[in-house]
């Protein structure tokens, strides 16, 4: 039996993504990540058609929760293993954590193994109902303002938000 193997990179645009509202508050969180994983299917096939497959396997199951601490957890059903690096407001309206995720995961005769960097970006912003408020000035202001909201939030699934899925023909 002959396998496959390729070195797969995640697309650069978010991976996962959710949108969701909360009283006047507008959520939006975003999960990107950088770099490349060892990719080996067992049977051979057309890389592009793999490279949809390990989309999916990578954006399976990703759950965020915390979004109004300093430390978000990200957990993956592919059982990836997040450790966070850094948290830092971006004016005007978001926080950015980043770090490494530890994948070593398989389904369906495909493996993903390797560490690569991750962006959780979670944005925050008055809804439409909210009417004519001024974006936060400050990380202190914008946990303020809105962090009653992200801490209402127990926890969000994200869903795969990429273009490419598997039932794009390669």
């Known amino acids: 039996m002959r396998a496959t193997a ?3 990179r995640p697309p650069v645009s978010p991976v996962a993504a959710a949108t969701l509202e909360i009283g006047k508050v507008a959520i939006s969180v975003r999960l990107s990540f950088d770099g490349a994983l060892y990719a080996c299917r067992k049977l051979p096939g057309v890389v592009e058609r793999m490279e949809a497959e390990a989309l999916d396997l990578l954006s ?3 759950f965020v929760s915390g979004i109004d601490t300093p430390v978000a957890t990200v957990t993956g059903a592919a ?3 997040f450790i966070q690096e850094s948290a830092v407001f971006q004016p005007p309206d978001s926080r950015l954590y980043r770090g490494m995720c530890g ?3 398989s389904r369906n005769g495909l493996t993903l193994t390797g560490m690569i960097g991750y962006r959780l970006e979670v944005r925050a912003g008055w809804a439409s109902r ?3 408020c001024g974006p936060p000035a ?3 202001e914008w946990a303020e303002l809105f962090g009653g909201q992200l801490a209402s939030i127990g926890g969000v699934v994200l869903r795969r938000s990429s273009l490419l899925s598997l039932g794009t023909p390669p």
Do not use: E, N, P, S
């Open 6 to 8: 390729f070195r797969y």
């Open 60 to 62: 399976k199951g990703l």
């Open 79 to 81: 059982g990836h293993r």
């Open 103 to 105: 994948v070593g995961a």
């Open 130 to 132: 909210a009417g004519d």
């Open 138 to 140: 400050t990380a202190a």
